[in-house]
């Protein structure tokens, strides 16, 4: 998608759709004027509340404008930068669903928008691009297309060509450096989206690696990719536990990029690949199964944030750490009850192999903090179904030692629309993991699965004292009855990069 910022008359734009935003404030004021300019009857607001992503489809109009469909957007009360990013998703969502492939937005009221919501321009039209990348998103690269019937009614959905945003001259510097910015983040949630939506049999441990190594040639960072005998001969016995009943070998990819001037710090991004969770011998209900192709969300979300660091130019050193296999039963696989040694030399009782994230992330975070000493080490991981339980679909649960770390992390959320609500870590959760023949057990029984988990991963950090866990097993991927667009969702990536802002 080409994003184009213009200070031109939108006429002059040509789009298939234009679209007008309106807050419920100005609706009563302003759409009135704006409509009866454009040749329509007030009559048509009847209806239109302007609510967050409300959208209604205008046929008609002046001569000039009777070749465009014309779209009134709801902003909602235009007070949140979460209601301007609904909207951007609902009207590009509705676009590519229109085939329209020309879409030109009026974004006259920035500089007021940007009052009311406290937000710099910039910040405004990043979020929208982002949005309307977002929105525009479907995965449709695995159908051929060959049983439609209506032949060329374009098979597959046509994506958003061109995106023209209109705005007053005294933003425009602003606008383009949000745009540009947008773009970024857009374009590497869509990368991350990918990965995610793409099913066991198309995407193998290999490939999350090569998907690394190419992004890295491209954008100038450096990748290294570990494969199964070198992770033999560096002692991860996590990860070779977990691969054990895999016909495919593990990987662990380390990327790594740096700034061109001084770092301001050294960021290490641990995150969970694995490309399918059958939950090995522990084996998993056939129900939602298919779902687990998204077990690799955490490393997609590392390496769309290490790409967009990178692209972005932003001043720190970021290395970002993806152990990936899938998790397969077989005569081969691990069994309850086996004792494994990690990476770090810590052992560890198997009392139920579908617990294998913590394991494959226990050897990542080890090794980040002994080969790299960073000042922050965060990881993200679909890891446990408990933290759904807690926390729903949308927010993702956050772990940290650090107070400070966790505060930057949850306004992050909340800044990038991604948002995070921190879980404890105290220690009388440990008494769950205890275990009689190894130095811990990787599950913690029922209670409070998602604290376990992270308390688990906590013995892996060796005394780290700045350190956060991400827990994106809800928001990482949006089932058919949420709603939303089905499928991955590229979480992660827009908390993390706001995150990683903060060192600029
Ligand atoms: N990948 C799952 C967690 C998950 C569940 C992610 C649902 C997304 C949606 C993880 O590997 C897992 O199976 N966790 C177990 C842990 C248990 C065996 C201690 C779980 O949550 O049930
Ligand atoms: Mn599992
Ligand atoms: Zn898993």
Not at 46 to 75: H, T, W
Not at 388 to 402: D, E, K, P, T
Request: net charge neutral; hydrophobic share 40%; charged share 25%.
């Amino acid at each position: 998608m080409k994003v184009i910022v213009t200070k031109s008359d939108l006429q002059s734009v040509a789009a298939d759709l234009l679209v007008l935003p309106f807050s419920s404030v100005e609706l009563k004021k302003e759409a009135g004027k704006a409509l009866a300019a454009i040749g329509f009857d007030v009559k048509v607001l009847k209806d239109f509340k302007a609510e967050a992503g409300e959208l209604v489809v205008l046929y008609g109009g002046k001569v000039e404008y009777s070749s465009v469909r014309i779209a009134l957007l709801g902003i909602g009360e235009g007070k949140t930068i979460d209601d301007w990013r609904k909207a951007a998703v609902s009207f590009a969502s509705k676009a590519v669903d229109l085939k329209t492939e020309k879409v030109a937005v009026d974004c006259s009221g920035l500089a007021v928008l940007a009052a009311a919501t406290g937000q710099a321009v910039a910040t405004l039209v990043a979020a929208f691009v982002e949005g309307c990348f977002s929105g525009s998103y479907r995965f449709d690269r695995l159908k051929s297309g060959k049983l439609d019937k209506k032949k060329n009614s374009g098979e597959k959905s046509r994506e958003l060509a061109e995106l023209f945003l209109r705005v007053d001259s005294s933003v425009f510097d602003e606008a383009e450096k949000g745009a540009a910015y947008g773009k970024i983040i857009g374009s590497c949630q869509k990368m991350a989206k990918d990965m995610v939506n793409l099913p066991g049999n198309h995407l193998h441990a290999g490939d999350i690696a090569k998907a690394a190594v190419d992004s890295g040639k491209k954008y100038g960072y450096d990748v290294t990719v570990f494969h199964k005998k070198e992770i033999e001969t560096l002692g991860m016995g996590g990860l070779l536990a977990v691969n054990k009943g895999s016909h495919h070998p593990p990987t662990f990819t380390v990327l790594d990029y740096k700034p061109k001037g001084k770092a301001r710090a050294v960021i290490a991004l641990v995150g969970k690949g694995v490309t399918f969770d059958s939950g090995g011998i522990s084996l998993k209900p056939s129900e939602n199964m298919a779902e687990m192709k998204s077990d690799m969300s955490g490393a997609a979300s590392v390496l769309g944030t290490v790409e967009a660091a990178a692209r972005l130019g932003l001043p720190v050193h970021v290395i970002g750490l993806i152990p990936a296999t899938d998790n397969m039963p077989g005569s081969t696989a691990q069994q309850p009850g086996d004792v494994i040694t990690t990476y770090s030399g810590i052992t560890v009782e198997v009392g139920n192999t579908d617990a294998e994230g913590r394991l494959i992330l226990a050897d990542a975070l080890s090794y980040a903090k002994e080969k790299y000493n960073p000042e922050v080490i965060v990881d993200i991981a679909t890891l446990t179904g408990a933290c759904i339980v807690s926390l729903g679909y949308a927010v993702a649960g956050l772990f940290s030692n650090s107070d400070k770390l966790a505060d930057n992390i949850f306004q992050a959320g909340q800044q990038s629309g991604e948002k995070v609500w921190r879980m404890p870590l105290w220690d009388l959760y440990d008494e769950q993991i205890k275990s009689d023949v190894a130095d811990v057990n990787n599950t913690g029984g029922r209670g409070a699965g998602s604290v376990t988990a992270a308390k688990f991963l906590e013995k892996f950090i060796d005394g780290h004292k700045n350190w956060a866990h991400i827990d994106i097993a809800g928001p990482s991927f949006a089932s058919k009855s949420s709603g939303k667009v089905n499928g991955g969702t590229g979480f992660g990536v827009s908390l993390l990069v706001e995150w990683l802002k903060n060192y600029s």
